[in-house]
């Protein structure tokens, strides 16, 4: 190792191609809510069919749980980030995700929130 590698850990290189999984987190905007599942707006397209862990997290509640990608279409723009560009390419995706195999805690967390919306607090009617 030179002087100028700052590398501690010995590499390998890899003559063949290999597989390996990447995880990334982007923050999604939540388009609505509904028992079965949700609709998000995100900048990277998900394949139909393809299963995915997510995070719910409500004020001091949270659940981790599984969802399947179940449709896919180009968003409308209306999550538009700084100087009013979509993401990198400009593009939107709307990605429909179907709710599988809920635990207790998350269950019990989606139907606080649709108890929530349910019944909005509303500070300002009389």
């Given amino acids: ?33 509904g028992p079965e599942g949700l609709l998000i707006e995100s900048m990277t397209p998900l394949p139909v069919g393809s299963i995915h862990a997510i995070r719910l997290a409500h004020r001091t509640s949270s659940a981790q749980c599984q969802v399947a990608v179940r449709h896919l279409s180009p968003g409308n723009g209306a999550g538009n980030g700084k100087n009013g560009k979509n993401g990198k390419n400009g593009k939107q995706y709307l990605i429909g995700l179907e709710f599988i195999n809920l635990d207790d805690q998350a269950i019990a967390l989606v139907r606080q929130l649709l108890a929530e919306s349910a019944n909005p607090f509303l500070p300002y009617e009389a």
């Fill in 1 to 33: 190792m030179t002087l100028t590698d700052r590398r501690r850990v010995t590499r390998f290189e890899f003559v063949e191609d290999q597989w390996g999984s990447l995880q990334a987190l982007e923050p999604l905007r939540l388009r609505n809510f």
